[in-house]
């Protein structure tokens, strides 16, 4: 399960991980985002009504959820036990909150933190997407330093200085023989 703050390269990174390694399966989280130009429904994201989405927690059909800058983000579960049950590893990337709730419901889940090489970097990454408004996008600094402050709270933390290199550490991380990703975050029983 990967996880970091608003701007870290965390989608970028994912994407990575496709292009180089495309038999790790990653699994696409629901929203009630609007999409941002070039993203893809199905792919990047299941893009969903707040009506869908709410019917999705009541149904159990999630395995974690948050809300996230005024949308939400959740891990529809069906795909993810099907991926689980094959044996295969899964790549889950979510927010802080879903993390937590994947810890409290999954303790042996390897949860990794992807981190900014700076914070002035980060700044940098979040002013140059120039997709949000500016009152948007202070918000989003306010809730990464916090998050940023949680790292603590992973098993591991990737620094995205390289995407190619943490591409990389994040498959091993997947593939690596001892439990991990691809064992404990399905174990949401």
């Known amino acids: 399960m990967l996880s970091g703050p608003s701007g870290v390269g965390k989608g ?14 990653v699994s696409v989280s629901a929203t009630t985002r609007r999409p941002r130009p070039g993203e893809v429904p199905g792919v990047h994201y299941h893009f969903v009504t707040d009506e869908e989405f709410d019917r999705l927690i009541a149904t159990d059909g999630l395995l974690e959820w948050a809300e996230y800058a005024g949308n939400r983000y959740g891990t529809p579960v069906a795909p993810l036990q099907a991926r689980l049950e094959s044996g295969a590893p899964a790549l889950l990337e979510i927010e802080l909150q879903g993390a937590r709730q994947v810890r409290d419901r999954a303790p042996d889940a390897q949860l990794v933190f992807l981190a900014p090489p700076s914070w002035a970097e980060l700044v940098s990454r979040l002013a140059g997407r120039g997709s949000e408004p500016e009152a948007v996008q202070q918000a989003r600094l306010a809730i990464a330093q916090a998050e940023l402050d949680a790292a603590g709270e992973f098993d591991v933390v990737v620094v995205n200085d390289d995407v190619a290199r943490a591409a990389d550490e994040l498959v091993g991380l997947l593939t690596a023989p001892s439990p991990g990703l691809h064992q404990g975050s399905g174990a949401h029983e």
């Not at 970028?12 to 399966?25: I, K, L, M």
């Open 12 to 25: 970028t990174v994912v994407a990575e991980v496709r292009r180089r390694h495309p038999d790790v399966w």
